[in-house]
């Protein structure tokens, strides 16, 4: 018995030999070059002096309020 569904579902529910299994090179590449950019980014940003005083003085306020 040949249905529309039955043909469809061939191409919308691939069989597992067709399925991807995982990322390519290129795609492991692409995701570690990102992620080192937006950890040197990241680190740019912490390190910076304004960031710094901005932190301590947070810290140093809360701890005022506490005691």
């Known amino acids: 018995m040949f249905t529309a569904f039955a043909a469809l579902s061939r191409f919308a529910f691939p069989t597992p030999r067709t399925r991807d299994r995982g990322m390519s090179t290129a795609e492991y590449a ?10 040197a ?12 005083d901005t932190l301590t003085r947070m810290v140093t306020d809360a701890l005022q309020i506490g005691g």
Do not use: M
């Not at 692409?30 to 950890?39: I, K």
């Open 30 to 39: 692409l995701g570690t070059v990102s992620a080192c950019a937006f950890a």
């Open 41 to 52: 980014i990241l680190y740019v940003i912490l390190t910076s002096s304004e960031v710094r």
